[in-house]
């Protein structure tokens, strides 16, 4: 069993749309959480970085970390078109137990327009 | 402010045949890391540098890859000799290394196919 565990998608919606998307977590000693985007033959954009359980939000992106049940969600709103991309979830441990992210396998979206 | 820069970005090579990947990260970033991504999945990490010290290799199979940080800037990643299950993304990453909230920012990769 994997780590981090990510639905595969494909996710398809309207254009204008919530886009939700999720990972579940084993390790409790993960404290870091990310949300990288990634285009087609490009590398990781980092979007969104949360420590600990809670929420954070810059512009129509939304990330939420709960701990207890370990699983963070990314919501996307007013999807746009641009926004067709990869998703891939991220996690690491505090940094005296070394800097390792550990991703999930991603999330591919599709925004239609 | 230049971003991770690899190449090439894309390298194809018939088996057993050695390749390399070169990084130069971003301008006083201390920490560089070396991802492996397969079709489908997520980056796994290969090699971990701080300055020119490996810190972290217990991914890096030793046995056909090797790695380099000279004077602890660029990088390279050699495959000797390569195999047809090589095929995949080698992604960049660096860091500037300090703190707890440490953000890695990733290259656009360089894409393998081992025929």
């Known amino acids: 069993q994997k780590e981090v565990e990510q639905d595969p998608g494909p996710l398809s919606v309207p254009e204008g749309a919530i886009v939700s998307l999720n990972c579940t977590y084993s390790n409790s000693a993960f404290q870091y959480f990310m949300w990288y985007r990634q285009y087609s033959r490009k590398g990781p954009e980092l979007l969104m970085y949360t420590y600990s359980s809670g929420n954070k939000e810059d512009g129509r992106f939304t990330a939420q970390v709960d701990k207890s049940s370990k699983y963070i969600s990314l919501f996307i709103r007013d999807s746009q078109p641009s926004d067709s991309a990869t998703y891939l979830c991220a996690m690491r441990k505090v940094k005296a137990a070394g800097n390792k992210l550990t991703f999930g396998g991603g999330t591919r979206v599709l925004v239609k327009p | 402010e230049a971003g991770v820069v690899q190449s090439p970005r894309y390298k194809i090579i018939e088996k057993k045949q050695p390749v390399a990947f070169w990084c130069n990260p971003i301008s006083g970033h201390n920490t560089l890391y070396w991802y492996l991504q397969n079709l489908g999945q997520g980056p796994e990490l290969l090699i971990r540098?701080?300055?020119?010290?490996?810190?972290?290799d217990s991914q890096l199979p030793k046995d056909r890859f090797s790695a380099e940080r000279l004077k602890g800037v660029d990088s390279t990643l050699k495959i000797q000799p390569a195999e047809l299950g090589d095929s995949a993304v080698y992604l960049c990453?660096?860091?500037?290394?300090?703190?707890?909230?440490?953000?890695?920012?990733f290259g656009p990769g360089t894409r393998l196919t081992v025929l």
């Open positions: 990453a660096s860091s500037l290394g300090l703190g707890e909230a440490d953000t890695q920012y």
């Open positions: 540098y701080e300055n020119e010290e490996a810190v972290d």
